[in-house]
């Protein structure tokens, strides 16, 4: 985008860098008391020439300013050596150091700028600002990171060495996948987007921030249908001997969501089980009253439910890794044909199966905890850039749906631009969290025909009721959040 801008469009780095000093000057202002000290790190780059901005605009509201550069002087970008000129010919007192007289000096500062690495940072932090770094973060007092905390990989949210902690981060023309990635997370603190003259044409997310605003924003009015739910019935297809629960959690979540139609398909042998939890679901047994759990010679018969009232299959919670089992619900996938929410022991059950295709007309959306990916995508998934690139790039080629879940949550489509949530979705990868949001998942499918709808609603769902909920989320249990 700033290359467009600057080659394309027309619109100098100079002045990019002019109003970004501008709205970063503008939010600092606004938290700062006047006539504070600020101390200033600046890098050799345009981040430092964005902090120079800043120095002068602050300089001219009786802010004391202290700059302190990481690199030699001589050696500034062409936009940041402009600045550092601009900001000598002011006529007020600004203390300008390099980085070895400043260890030297004692000076009390009531707030940091880091000016240092931004989107330009392309190796380990090195010292001096490595040491800068272990300095700013021994202090307490508000950090303000320019674009991104020095140290933060911009799109991997990695650390190169060693991160700056911000309070805030001003993120300039746009935000950064990194800060919802790995570390960027617990390391930018609240991001601020400072807008810049970026000409919408130019701009290609590379992911979408599926916060509770944007949700809404995107999702059609239910109202104009006449039943919330005349997009059929949910069949559940779950459950095992000794792993009830599952199945009775998704039950409960999807009928929590408003869906009044949930048949809940098991195995004859756990029917009792699920008459005495589950009163207001329909339940149709399959087998014989030894039957625990899922087998091949069950696969007729749940055909034939399923073949009944339209509606979308969801299949997984508490299944269980029993051969039978797995065999049995390649099967299902194989021949249902439908669309189909595949959670938990039914994505180890495809892991399981070689070279398998996914019926044609069949819509899935499955959803992985960071080790049931790695089984689908049967490659390893070592941190959260590699879960986000790899989630895509299985959502486009297998033509489905996946919501990765973990810390952000991802979905992926068959479109080239993911989604990720914003907020912190960490509680959907633990025991029975996972069944409840697959409950919603395949309800809210039902009420939003968009498979990506689905899984926004359930992630933002599970996350109100988890904001809502008076316990701390430690503490919390899967039925706190139905
Ligand atoms: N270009 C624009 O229109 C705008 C840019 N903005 C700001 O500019 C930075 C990106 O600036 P850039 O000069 O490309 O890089 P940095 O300032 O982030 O890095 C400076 C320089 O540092 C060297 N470097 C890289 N890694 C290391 C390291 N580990 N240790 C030491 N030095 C390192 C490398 O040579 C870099 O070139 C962007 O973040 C914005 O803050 C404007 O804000 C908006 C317009
Ligand atoms: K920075």
């Avoid at 297809?237 to 949930?262: D, H, N, Q, R, Y």
């Avoid at 080629?397 to 080239?416: F, H, R």
Wanted: aromatic share 10%; net charge negative.
């Amino acid at each position: 985008m700033d290359k467009q801008t600057i080659n394309e469009f027309g619109i100098d780095g100079f002045t990019l860098m002019e109003i970004a000093g501008t709205r970063a000057a503008d939010f600092i202002l606004s938290e700062i008391p006047n006539s504070s000290h600020g101390l200033f790190f600046c890098g050799k780059g345009n981040n430092g020439g964005d902090a120079l901005v800043i120095a002068r605009l602050l300089s001219q509201q009786d802010y004391d300013i202290t700059v302190c550069f990481l690199s030699r002087r001589d050696d500034l970008s062409a936009d940041a050596g402009k600045n550092l000129k601009l900001l000598q010919k002011l006529d007020v007192e600004i203390e300008i150091l390099d980085w070895d007289d400043f260890t030297l000096n004692k000076t009390e500062y009531d707030f940091v700028v880091d000016g240092m690495l931004g989107t330009g940072l392309n190796s380990d932090v090195r010292a001096p600002y490595s040491d800068a770094i272990e300095w700013l973060n021994k202090q307490d007092i508000p950090t303000f990171a320019l674009d991104v905390p020095t140290g933060l990989h911009a799109d991997s949210g990695r650390i190169l060495g060693t991160v700056v902690q911000a309070d805030f981060t001003l993120s300039f023309g746009a935000l950064k996948t990194g800060f919802y990635l790995n570390e960027g997370f617990d390391t930018a603190g609240e991001v601020i987007l400072c807008e810049l003259s970026f000409p919408n044409k130019y701009k290609k997310p590379t992911a979408y921030l599926i916060d509770e605003p944007w949700v809404e924003a995107n999702s059609p009015s239910t109202q104009t249908k006449k039943h919330k739910y005349d997009g059929g019935v949910l069949y559940i297809v779950a459950g095992s001997e000794g792993l009830t629960g599952a199945g009775i959690l998704a039950a409960k979540s999807a009928w929590s969501a408003g869906l009044g139609a949930v048949v809940l398909i098991t195995p004859k042998g756990l029917l009792e089980i699920y008459e005495k939890q589950l009163i207001q679901i329909i339940k149709k047994p399959v087998g014989s009253r030894d039957d625990m759990y899922f087998k091949e010679s069950h696969v007729e018969s749940v055909l034939d439910i399923l073949q009944g009232k339209p509606g979308k299959l969801l299949i997984g919670p508490g299944l269980g890794r029993q051969k039978e089992t797995i065999h049995f619900t390649q099967k299902i996938l194989q021949q249902f044909g439908g669309d189909a929410v595949i959670d938990a022991d039914a994505l180890f059950a495809l892991s399981q199966w070689e070279n398998w295709e996914k019926p044609e007309e069949a819509h899935w959306i499955l959803t992985p905890h960071p080790g049931e990916l790695k089984g689908i995508a049967k490659q390893e998934v070592n941190d959260d850039f590699e879960r986000f690139q790899i989630a895509s790039k299985l959502a486009q080629q297998e033509d489905y749906t996946i919501l990765s879940k973990g810390m952000p949550s991802i979905v992926a489509t068959t479109k080239e631009t993911p989604y990720m949530t914003g907020y912190d979705t960490r509680i959907f990868s633990r025991a029975g969290f996972g069944d409840v949001l697959a409950g919603k998942t395949g309800a809210f499918w039902l009420k939003y025909e968009a498979s990506e709808l689905a899984c926004f609603h359930a992630l933002l769902d599970g996350h109100q009721k988890t904001m809502e909920s008076d316990k701390p989320t430690g503490q919390l249990e899967p039925l706190d959040i139905i």
